[in-house]
């Protein structure tokens, strides 16, 4: 790996796309001879909305740096360990997590993420951890401010932040000898408005609600037309990674798909028992 780290800067300059030319160039470890662009971006949301940056202030011995993404299922640990080229996959209590402690592989991360972050709360802990691992060796890193203007729809980092951060459900309303389904689609996260807002406005439908007494926000779009026209191609061009988010998806767009021909295919038979076993599934 380059050693000469003194790269970055804190002027903010926006940027409209995700910059991983030097990564890509100098930061890659030996064995990888390239990497997918959208994949980077997925990693990229997937860890704003379930990894960490750790600082570890032991009382006897020295500073240690850690990335860790913690997920109940290990399949996809894997893949992106396998993706990346380097951290670890270990069991923790009943989940598992990809737990990058390495020197080498601490400052390619931080490569990685330097100037490449979205969410408010993400940057300030990463110039945490960047300020750490500065105190630690001679050689450099400078903090490079994150000021992007990215468009999430043509993007992978909204279909990892939902990995992470998202929820298909279905809501049954009963109406009198008969009864309606709810399609819904919520991505959730705390204090980060602006960026549901973004999210809201680029797909043009849906509302955000606030929970009472809190920060935690949540993007809500129940629009039938906006699944098929927006959201479902979207996430065809940008898939999910995480199996258990793929499934839901699968049975929520089946479900989406009865609303649709509801008209035409009577909701009686085996498609009510299908429509049934969806509801079991994902209902609320």
Known sequence: MKQN???GSSE????TTFNFELYKKFYLPEHKTSIDSTFLEWFLGFFEGDGSFIVSRPKVGSLRL?????QDEIQVLHRLRTKLGFGRVQKHGKYFRFLVTKRSDVDRLIHLFNGNL??????????ALLAARNELYSEKILYKESCLSIQFLQSGWLSGFMDAES???LLK???INDFSVDCRMYVDQKDEVE???QIKNEIGAGYIERSANSTNFRYINRDIQVFKKIIFPYLKSYPLRTRKKRISLARFTKMVGYRVLR???????KVLARINRLLEKLGK
Do not use: D, Y
Request: net charge positive.
């Open 5 to 7: 780290l003194k790269i």
């Open 66 to 70: 850690f990335f860790i993404l913690t």
């Open 12 to 15: 903010a300059i926006r940027e």
């Open 167 to 169: 929820c298909f459900n």
């Open 195 to 197: 960026v549901l807002e």
């Open 263 to 269: 008209e035409n295919l009577p909701w009686e038979g």
């Open 173 to 175: 309303r009963e109406r």
């Open 118 to 127: 979205i969410l408010k709360k993400t940057k300030k802990r990463f110039e």
